[in-house]
Every structure is written in structure tokens, then in C-alpha cells.
């Protein structure tokens, strides 16, 4: 479903990403919308305050860390909390958070992490071991709270403080992903008071208590979130004294905020169409970022809905759990033509489930493999399932009635609209019928598995773990009744088995290697069909942000980072002097790395999961 728009719409249980499509953030400093038709200048606020205003395309699914998994969300999260380790901006390797040094016992089944002495809650209480140990017991023993990160704790033994600077976590079995743990720390006197982690949604009392560069001081669903500088954060306050994602529907009246100065950045959904990045060029007090991107765009079959209890529900088309079906379906789709028609050169061709921008992880099929595209070679596989034309020239399914796929899209992505209209033209000419169900909320029926196809896409984080825990069979939910953490409900055997050796392999080469076979097999398997990698287009007003820090430093993105660098660097145009904590954009702020030490592990310290969720980004 995609780390751009993840489903949390569900009053309780494991949300999902819906589709790729829609979760982007177009991000903005300007409250000019039509649910604030006042625009104002996104410099500074009456009080003097300097603000800087993000729009977004992209509701708020859940502000409590334990629930949320929509990018936006998550966005928000990493600059209320500290996380154990944080990525270097610079090149993505795992640096100190809340955590100043970790390091494993020699059989990798002990973690040890000393937390810094110089953080503090919000409300001024020190925040320490204890707090880390209760967030992640609480999410060993409540399946409300490990909603949104579960997976990370499903191998934790035993977790324990023996000192407010001490943390220590037991495991069953070694596990990759220990420098990679992305979970929001939150905050024991506070949280303990919570009686229902599944149902509680951390958006009524205000300001939330946090020791992240920001402090959530406001929030309307579907309308705004609030954030102040936080001037006690460890690593430095923000030079923003505010920062307020708003919600815009229209990406194209957020653009044309930016031209009037209510904006001051726009990332888009999930990122500006070629039109609008084109139109934005030489624009002055304009700088556009064009830069190698960190998701993939896809199209996901129903693989047939069911719990881990057995049970089937949803309604997906029977002909697609028939692997030709999928297969010639796939091979109908013309990704170069989507790639010069649709993004116009601002993607990649997709091809294996990790974007080539992690080039350790990334895989593509052989020559002989590949699913390239030839309809005459659909329409064979086809004839070969059975599914054969009528009189009409229409495909017919086993009960001898016209096929039409039902393909979920988001309203508001203009890259679904437009490769759907693709996909009617080149299925239509295999005999299938496309019907386009372009809606504003995708989750009910996505959860529902009341859909044939839809589209879909992750932000990938350089460790993977995450976006390859979601296709588990331990990710599906336990009842139909309920949701659970996969993405669309597929499970193979083969594909869990592999899973559980990459997340307990320490050596990067061999892990990566096994990783690759995943992405085979997910090829294999059809239920996903990657079609490209976007670019990261977005747009900011240079005479309201000075500078500004990308990830990674050289040809980085903005928006949507694994971090909090972005808005923490982010350099108000008037504020005078030098940036000591920031750079201009493709330069990255300076970090203060602090001792990592993990042993034998070496490169292993780069290695950290999502979202994002990333989506989860």
C-alpha cells in the first residue's frame, strides 16, 4: 500500500499503507487553502515568530507512535521523539539518537545501549533507560501498541534497565536489525496512563509531551498539525520557531501557493508531475530538487484475502491467484512507455522490490527472467489459463461472464489516473476490462479485500527489514475482523523462510545476497508488479528558506527523509549570519557522530529499517 499513504483509518489494529499513490507531501510554508482561504506569508507570524508551513496531500492516520504508519504520521513522529540510533544524512549510517553507543554480547544475543544523560521530556522530567525499556515492553505485551512496529520486538526475549543510562535487550536469536531499531521512544509517566493502545490516538491534550527537535502543540484532523520548537533538543533548537504540515487536496492550488509566496516548500503527491516541476523552473526565488528517489511505484494483485486463522474474506477476482494470469497482465504493462509518458523521464524503470538507490540490496531479473513487455505473449498465457476471448472479443472468467479488474487508485495522485488510463488502453486490447475506482480513502476497501488490483508503493529505508516484513505470512491479521502489518496479504513459505535467514544474518554481503532471492521470488510470485522509481521532484522559495539539509548529501531528497535533518536544518531566509546547523540543499549538515561500536559488525552499522513509511514512509 505504500509508506505514502499508509492504512490507520481503523479504529484499532494494525493499519495499513493504502496506496503509493497518495501519500505524498506536499510540503509548504503558507497557510493558504480551502480550509484556510486567508493566505498568509509564510515568514513570520504576527508575533515575530518565523513559521514554516508544509502542505500536505495527506491526512493524519494516527499521532500515536504505536498505531501510525502513514508517511506523513511517521514524518511527524521522528521530530517528537528520539529514536535509540538516527541515519547520518550524509550516507545513511547509523549514528547515535537517544542511544550514544550500542554494542552486541559475542553470540549477538545480548544488546547492550547507553542512553545519553543530556535528553530531556518536554515537560522537563530527564528521559532515560526506563523509558525505552517500558516503550518496548509494552509493545511485547500489548498487541495494541506494537500495531505499527511489532515486528521489530517479535524476536525481543527480555528487555531491562539497569541504570537510567543503561538499556539492555535479550534476544531469542540474533537479529539483523539491532542498529535499526525505528521506534519512536515515548515517554513512561506519560504513556502508562494509556488504557487502550489501539484505540488511543494521541491527539486530544496539547502540547505532547516529547524530546524530539518539536514539540506537537496543535492539531485538526484533516486540517493541520501544529509544532513548536523544541529550544531544550540535545543536538540544538530548530532556527523555525513553528512548523505546520496543512493539509491541501489540490496539488495543483499548493504550486500555485508557492509561486505566490504562502508557500515555502512543495514535495507534491508524492511528488510534483513533470508539468509542474517544468512550470516551476527558472521561477524566481524558486529552486526545484530533482534528485534519485528512495520508493518504487507498483501495481499489487489481490492475492485472495484470508487471516492467519485460515479464513477468506474480501472479494479479488478468482483468475488472479493463476500465476499466467498475473504474468500476462504484467507483461501488458509498457513501463517504458510510463516512464516517457507518465513521469517524462523522471523515474527509472522498476524492475526488482529496492529502488537502485541502495545498490547493496538491489535487484533486477536476467534477460530470460524478465517480465518485459510483449501482448502477444500475454494473450498466449492467457488462452493458456483458460481465460479465452467470446464472440465480443471479450476475456471470459470460469463462470463465462466478461473480466473486468477493479483497480483501486487515490483521487488525488495524477499518476494513477494516468497510467490506469494505460492500463484500460493495452488490457482492453487483451479483452479485459479496467474499471478505475479513484477514491479519496482507499483503506476500507483495501482492508476489506474488496478490490482485483491497486496501486501501491513503499519509501524504502537503506535497512529493508521493514518493507520485506509486510509480505510475512506473520503479517496477516488474526481474524478477518481485524487488520494486521501486511501490505496485501501475501504469504508464501518459501519467502518466509528467507525472511527469517536475512533478519538473522550479521555479514552485509551474505544478507544482501539472501535479500535478493526475496525480491526474486516476490517477481516470481506476480503479485507485484514494480513499474518504476520516482524521482524526488520538489520545490522550495529560496528568499524564505536559506538552506536546507537533503539526504543523502549528494543528489538527496528533502522531503521524506529517515530523520529529522530537513526541518531541523531548515534556515529561515532572513535570519542573518550563518547556518551553524545547516546547509543548502545537496550540502549536509554537519553531525556530531559520537561512538557506535558494534563489535565485528562493521558495515552493519549503516544498516536501518524504513519509513517510511516511509511512508513507513
Not at 496539488?251 to 513533470?274: I, W, Y
Not at 526565488?285 to 511505484?297: E, K, L, S, T, W
Not at 476489506?448 to 521493514?466: C, E, I, M, T
Not at 529517515?562 to 546547509?583: F, H, L, M, Q, R
Request: charged content about 25%; glycine content about 8%; some cysteine.
Amino acid at each position: 500500500m505504500g509508506t505514502n499513504d499508509q492504512k490507520r483509518s481503523l479504529p484499532h489494529g494494525l493499519r495499513l499503507v493504502a496506496l503509493a499513490g497518495a501519500a505524498a507531501l506536499t510540503l509548504t510554508a503558507g497557510l493558504a487553502t480551502p480550509l484556510d482561504p486567508a493566505p498568509q506569508q509564510a515568514r513570520a507570524a504576527d508575533d515575530g515568530k518565523k513559521v514554516l508551513t508544509v502542505a500536505v496531500a495527506q491526512s493524519v492516520d494516527s499521532l500515536s507512535p504505536f498505531l501510525a504508519v502513514r508517511l506523513l504520521s511517521t514524518s511527524i513522529h521522528r521530530l517528537m521523539y528520539e529514536y535509540l540510533t538516527n541515519y547520518d544524512p550524509k550516507d545513511n549510517h547509523a549514528i547515535p539518537g537517544l542511544a550514544t553507543k550500542w554494542e552486541p554480547s559475542p553470540d549477538k544475543l545480548t544488546w547492550t545501549y547507553t542512553i545519553r544523560a543530556n535528553s530531556k521530556w518536554s515537560d522537563g522530567e530527564q528521559a532515560t533507560a526506563e523509558d525505552a525499556a517500558w516503550t518496548f515492553n509494552k509493545m511485547m505485551t500489548d498487541t495494541g501498541a506494537a500495531t505499527a512496529n511489532g515486528s521489530y520486538v517479535g524476536n525481543f526475549r527480555k528487555v531491562t534497565a539497569p541504570s537510567p543510562t543503561k538499556l539492555v535487550i535479550e534476544l531469542k536469536k540474533p537479529q539483523a536489525t539491532m542498529a535499526a531499531l525505528d521506534v519512536p521512544i515515548v515517554p513512561k509517566h506519560v504513556w502508562e496512563k494509556v488504557s487502550d493502545f489501539s484505540e488511543f490516538n494521541n491527539d486530544k491534550s496539547f502540547p505532547v509531551v516529547g524530546n524530539g527537535p518539536f514539540v506537537l502543540s496543535g492539531y485538526k484532523a484533516d486540517s493541520y498539525v501544529r509544532l513548536k520548537a523544541n529550544k531544550s533538543f540535545w543536538r540544538g533548537s530548530p532556527k523555525f520557531d513553528e512548523l505546520v504540515f496543512r493539509y491541501y487536496k489540490d496539488q495543483d492550488a499548493a504550486v500555485s501557493a508557492l509561486r505566490k509566496g504562502e508557500v515555502s516548500f512543495v514535495a507534491g503527491s508524492p511528488s510534483l508531475t513533470p508539468a509542474q516541476a517544468e512550470s516551476l523552473k527558472g521561477a524566481e526565488n524558486i529552486q526545484v530538487n530533482d534528485a534519485p528517489g528512495r520508493r518504487f511505484y507498483a501495481l499489487a494483485t489481490n492475492p485472495g484475502a484470508k487471516a492467519k486463522n485460515g479464513e477468506k474474506f474480501g472479494d479479488g477476482h478468482p483468475s488472479l491467484l493463476d500465476q499466467r494470469v498475473r504474468n500476462a497482465l504484467f507483461r501488458a504493462v509498457d513501463r517504458e512507455a510510463i516512464i516517457d509518458k507518465v513521469f517524462r523521464g523522471h523515474a527509472v524503470e522498476g524492475e526488482g522490490y529496492i529502488p537502485p538507490r541502495f545498490q547493496d540490496y538491489f535487484w533486477k531479473p536476467s534477460a530470460d527472467r524478465k517480465l518485459a513487455y510483449d501482448p502477444a505473449e500475454a494473450a498466449r498465457l492467457l488462452d493458456q489459463a483458460g481465460y479465452k476471448k467470446n464472440g465480443d472479443g471479450k476475456r471470459v472468467g470460469k463462470d463465462g461472464k466478461p473480466i473486468t479488474y477493479r483497480v483501486l487508485c487515490h483521487a488525488t495522485d495524477p499518476n494513477d489516473k494516468a497510467v490506469g488510463k494505460y492500463l484500460q488502453e493495452w488490457w482492453g486490447e487483451l479483452g479485459i476490462g479496467v474499471q478505475l475506482n479513484c477514491l479519496d480513502n482507499v483503506t476500507d476497501p483495501w482492508l476489506a479485500g474488496k478490490y482485483d488490483l491497486a496501486f501501491d508503493g513503499w519509501s524504502v529505508n537503506p535497512d529493508p527489514d521493514f518493507v520485506l516484513s509486510i509480505h510475512t505470512c506473520g503479517a496477516l491479521p488474526a481474524t478477518p475482523e481485524e487488520t494486521g502489518a501486511t501490505d496485501n496479504f501475501i504469504c508464501d513459505k518459501k519467502y518466509d523462510e528467507l525472511y527469517a535467514r536475512q533478519l538473522t544474518e550479521y555479514d552485509p554481503a551474505k544478507r544482501a545476497d539472501i535479500v535478493k532471492q526475496m525480491e526474486s521470488r516476490l517477481y516470481d510470485l506476480g503479485y507485484m508488479n514494480v513499474m518504476a522509481y520516482p524521482n524526488a521532484v520538489e520545490a522550495f522559495r529560496t528568499d524564505q528558506i536559506k538552506s536546507i539539509t537533503t539526504m543523502p548529501a549528494k543528489a538527496g531528497n528533502i522531503y521524506g527523509q529517515d530523520g529529522y535533518w530537513s526541518w531541523w536544518s531548515a534556515v529561515p531566509a532572513d535570519s542573518g549570519g550563518s547556518s551553524d546547523n545547516a546547509s543548502s540543499t545537496g550540502v549536509v549538515v554537519g553531525i556530531v557522530a559520537g561512538v557506535v561500536i558494534l563489535g565485528g559488525l562493521g558495515a552493519f552499522a549503516a544498516m536501518r529499517r524504513r519509513a517510511t513509511a516511509e511512508e513507513r514512509e
